[in-house]
């Protein structure tokens, strides 16, 4: 989250301070982690992979019958606590529970009936959060348009706790929802994100809004694209060129006897199509509402760059709020072991000293 100095700062400038959508995710898993009964089955899950990987565990014959357990128990030994990786460590093992039920020192079970259970709900509650950061990490740049339509999802759909969950799957969830809740409460923030969607060729129908928060959100569309194109000059010319509309086409020659007998009936609409920024964006508001959704794999901006002179009011508005990411670090940097190199202390590292060191972590094994 912003300090409030910088949140002050963007206050001060007029700017609506917009909450790193990693950083709510990292919350909102790390409190299904902080849950008791999880907690207590991931201790258990530790205690057995150790002993399991030392030697007194190696006269098991397990590595000979399920080979890749091995592989699986050192991944959660040294990944298992990091928030970004413990839905697919855990998932990995959950594969191999049987061969692992009933290990333990001393015929000591280290994993009773109870904490694989509390496994299984764990992963399951984990799972729509680790898709969400898998969505937000599968390209290079991760719009703000796509913050709402995942944080949807996730509140009202996959985090709604059923009468069928078990009490840790109810209370995680809980949990969840009221870490993201709290993260995206500011209504300024909700109105930038659906400004951000309604300017998303992907989402532009906001069928995940409620009516009023539909029509606010046209409205505040219209007044933000009219009021881009009456901005000076001046600023406009400083950003690429991708709102001018093509040369006129050539008028054909006119008919004084057609223009005499139908000119009051066809060229008011023609005429109004350059009336005022107002008009225009309104025009251009409803066609592009109205128009087909692009695939979900589509990226907006690429997507703008082609339809910019089909819609120049709106084009501005989408470059200005497009072009802001969704994460306040490449989103690459929060959901993988390059997270683990980003921390307070560590703020100054510039992001070729980041790279290096996660290409060192990654190739660590070679140096030894």
Known sequence: RLSP?????????????????????????????????????????????????????????????????????SRFLRDGGKWHSVYTVLQGLLDHSEPLAGLGPDSEVLLRPQDWA??????????????????????????????KPVLTSLLYKH?????????????AK???????????????VNQALNLACALDPRFRGLDFLSHSDRVETLHLLKTEASRLAETPALLNSSLPDVASPPPPAKQPKQDAGIE????????????????????????????FQTSKASALGQEPLQWW??????????????RKLLGVPA??????????????????????????????LVFLHGNRAMLY
Not at 43 to 71: D, F, I, V
Not at 337 to 351: E, V
Request: glycine share 4%; aromatic share 6%.
């Open 5 to 73: 100095a910088a949140q002050q700062a963007a206050s001060a400038l007029g700017w609506t301070a917009l909450p790193c959508v990693g950083e709510a995710l990292r919350a909102a898993m790390e409190a299904v982690l902080n849950q008791p009964p999880a907690q207590s089955a991931l201790e258990r899950l530790r205690r057995l992979a150790s002993w399991a990987l030392a030697g007194a565990g190696r006269g098991e014959k397990l590595w000979t019958q399920e080979p890749l357990l091995q592989a699986h128990l």
């Open 118 to 147: 509390a496994l299984q709900d764990t992963v399951k509650v984990l799972k729509p959060m680790a898709i969400a950061t898998s969505t937000f990490t599968k390209d290079p740049f991760s719009s703000l348009s796509l913050v």
């Open 159 to 171: 985090l709604v706790p059923s009468e069928w969950d078990s009490t840790l799957a109810h209370d």
């Open 174 to 188: 809980a949990v969840a929802q009221k870490e993201l809740s709290q993260h995206f409460s500011n209504p300024d």
């Open 260 to 287: 005499f007998l139908l000119g009051d009936l066809c060229s008011v609409r023609g005429a109004s199509s350059v009336g005022s920024a107002h008009q225009q964006a309104e025009q251009e508001t409803a066609s």
């Open 305 to 318: 760059k082609t339809h910019h002179t089909q819609y120049p009011l709106l084009a501005r508005a989408a």
């Open 327 to 356: 994460t306040s670090v490449p989103a690459a940097w929060l959901f993988s072991s390059a997270g683990d190199a980003i921390q307070a202390k560590r703020q100054a590292l510039t992001p070729e000293h980041v790279d290096m």
